[in-house]
């Protein structure tokens, strides 16, 4: 199934809206992924609608409520998407910094920035498929990246998210060939972590809940490689 990115361009440069417009049209074809794009003149009219979007390109400069004022405004929404700076006023770049802005593209747009940036941002959706836990009528569908780890029982699996847990007839082998090898790793013969909910590595893995998972000792220098390759892509 193709990707698809649900996006909100917020600028009142009409010469803005046609290079962007360019720009992703040019990147849907090269990357195979399809850009759903809302297109605003105005902070306010964007900001009643933010939650329907993954990615907002906002302008800096703007008329009543620039972009950075309403990156404010988006902290306090916990605002769950990523922001994108679009502007040429490389003065005002650390503020970008003060909304926690994923990136800052300058104006005028090139194509080499702006779909490096795109795809940098693509990289933090993983984990979004979605993952049937459990069977029969007690099945239910939750995305991947809930999955906290996954531990082999008997002949199958029981998947751990933060607030229950599901037996799976699947093989710990078997989840590992379905789940995104970006995001999960085979710590130990008997569990596989998430990555994003690691918060500390000692001789056991604890997880951001306070439980401990086992790390194999031969396993131990290839999970710090890649623990420390998702945090510097993915995260």
Known sequence: MREEIHVALCDDEQTVFL???????????????????????DAESLLGNVDSY?????????PDMDGIELGRKLLEKDYSGKIIILSGMFERFTEAFE???FRFVKKPLEE???FAALTAFRRTRIGRRMMELGQGKSAV????KEIYCIL?????????????SFRSEKA????????????FFRCHRQAIVNMAMVQEVEKDIILNNGDRVSLSR??????????????????
């Open 99 to 101: 909304i926690e802005a």
């Open 141 to 144: 569908f939750l995305p991947e």
């Open 54 to 62: 993954d990615l907002l390109l906002l302008d800096i400069e703007m």
């Open 19 to 41: 290079m962007a417009e360019e720009l992703i049209r040019r990147y849907e074809i090269a990357y195979q992924v399809t850009l759903l794009t809302d297109y605003y003149t």
């Open 172 to 183: 710990l082998s078997e989840w590992e060939e379905v789940l995104e090898n970006q995001l």
């Open 112 to 114: 080499q920035e702006f």
């Open 218 to 235: 031969r396993k131990r220098q290839k999970f710090r490689e890649k623990y420390l390759e998702y945090k510097i892509k993915y995260r």
């Open 152 to 164: 082999a029982e008997g002949r199958g699996t029981i998947v751990f998210t933060r607030t229950q």
